[in-house]
């Protein structure tokens, strides 16, 4: 059986000090337990290590060879450390992140892109998906999503404010009629999103406080944020999206918003990782970086 790096440590100090019991010190231990543990050492290789008196420490022969041996393990020990420490501190190494397809081309992508010039050590690899968040923690360090979580085995770090907007192209209101109530959704062509061939309906309201879902319909059906927004800009319906994926559409009078007052309290957009994961500085200062970035670029 190996010894243990801490027994490695209290021979060589042993040997360095020339007294059981100054070695002993170094270590906070009694001198008894550090003489049981050099006893154990010397049992478990099947040698004598020290030739003791009860004034004297000499090495044996196989004692100065395993000493030789302890302080290269131990010196091998302190160089791995010390690059692991390097590689967790400094700001190298690999970041996987996916996004969903709207608001990670519009807003990841370019954020990574200005991290990874600002941060060369750092490599960085950007998968797009509306689909639910998968892989976290097994290949991928985080996912950027909107809304609270469903998975209690992850956790959330809020990125910036956001909210759900309901928006279609002004063409399509002046036809059709802006709802008064969500409830008259189901007499609009409604942009669905799919997750896995499943549609994310109904769509979730406030009605005076209290929830309010309606169960929406509509011909046309993507699992792409991406494309249910242009459909939308180009007057086929209505959709139930983000604000940060459609702001720059309603600053350009390119979609128009509808029922914001039904709206259910804001949420956010978030960093969403395994619980307990440690995070290496590169991934810590992306997630600062991704805050700044999304104040800034509203």
Same mark, same amino acid.
């Not at 270590?27 to 050492?41: E, N, P, V």
């Not at 969500?182 to 799919?194: F, G, I, N, S, Y």
């Given at each position: 059986?190996?010894?243990?790096?801490?027994?490695?440590?209290?021979?060589?100090?042993?040997?360095?000090?020339?007294?059981?019991?100054?070695?002993?010190?170094?270590?906070?231990?009694?001198?008894?337990?550090?003489?049981?543990?050099?006893?154990?050492?010397?049992?478990?290789?099947?040698?004598?290590?020290?030739?003791?008196?009860?004034?004297?420490?000499?090495?044996?022969?196989? &004692?100065?060879?395993?000493?030789? %041996?302890? *302080?290269? =393990? +131990?010196? /091998?020990?302190?160089?791995?450390?010390? @690059?692991?420490?390097?590689?967790?501190?400094?700001?190298?190494?690999?970041?996987?992140?996916?996004?969903?397809?709207?608001?990670?081309?519009?807003?990841?992508?370019?954020?990574?892109?200005?991290?990874?010039?600002?941060?060369?050590?750092?490599?960085?690899?950007?998968?797009?998906?509306?689909?639910?968040?998968?892989?976290?923690?097994?290949?991928?360090?985080?996912?950027?999503?909107?809304?609270?979580?469903?998975?209690?085995?992850?956790?959330?770090?809020?990125?910036?404010?956001?909210?759900?907007?309901?928006?279609?192209?002004?063409?399509?209101?002046?036809?059709?009629?802006?709802?008064?109530?969500?409830?008259?959704?189901?007499?609009?062509?409604?942009?669905?999103?799919?997750?896995?061939?499943?549609?994310?309906?109904?769509?979730?309201?406030?009605?005076? &406080?209290?929830?309010?879902?309606? %169960?929406? *319909?509509? =011909? +046309?059906? /993507?699992?792409?944020?991406?494309?249910? @927004?242009?459909?939308?800009?180009?007057?086929?319906?209505?959709?139930?999206?983000?604000?940060?994926?459609?702001?720059?559409?309603?600053?350009?009078?390119?979609?128009?918003?509808?029922?914001?007052?039904?709206?259910?309290?804001?949420?956010?957009?978030?960093?969403?990782?395994?619980?307990?994961?440690?995070?290496?500085?590169?991934?810590?200062?992306?997630?600062?970086?991704?805050?700044?970035?999304?104040?800034?670029?509203?």
């Amino acid at each position: 059986m190996s010894a243990s790096l801490s027994t490695l440590q209290l021979f060589i100090d042993i040997v360095e000090t020339g007294s059981l019991s100054a070695g002993a010190r170094r270590h906070d231990l009694a001198l008894s337990s550090a003489s049981h543990r050099l006893r154990q050492l010397e049992r478990s290789l099947g040698a004598t290590l020290l030739n003791r008196t009860t004034r004297t420490l000499s090495l044996t022969a196989e &004692g100065a060879t395993y000493l030789q %041996g302890c *302080r290269e =393990a +131990l010196e /091998a020990m302190r160089l791995a450390e010390d @690059r692991l420490h390097h590689r967790q501190t400094s700001l190298t190494g690999d970041i996987v992140v996916t996004a969903p397809n709207d608001i990670g081309q519009r807003v990841i992508a370019p954020a990574l892109a200005a991290f990874s010039q600002a941060h060369p050590g750092v490599s960085a690899e950007l998968h797009l998906s509306d689909a639910v968040v998968r892989g976290v923690g097994q290949g991928i360090d985080f996912a950027v999503r909107v809304g609270p979580l469903a998975d209690s085995a992850l956790v959330a770090v809020q990125l910036s404010p956001d909210r759900r907007r309901v928006v279609a192209a002004p063409a399509y209101w002046r036809q059709r009629g802006k709802p008064a109530h969500p409830a008259e959704l189901v007499d609009h062509d409604c942009l669905v999103l799919t997750r896995d061939g499943e549609m994310q309906t109904p769509w979730h309201f406030s009605d005076q &406080g209290s929830p309010l879902a309606v %169960g929406i *319909r509509g =011909a +046309l059906r /993507a699992n792409s944020g991406v494309v249910l @927004r242009r459909w939308a800009q180009a007057g086929l319906g209505v959709i139930l999206k983000s604000e940060r994926d459609v702001s720059r559409a309603l600053r350009a009078n390119e979609l128009e918003s509808a029922l914001d007052e039904y709206l259910p309290t804001p949420s956010g957009l978030y960093a969403v990782m395994a619980k307990d994961r440690y995070r290496p500085s590169r991934l810590q200062a992306l997630i600062d970086w991704l805050k700044r970035w999304c104040q800034d670029h509203q």
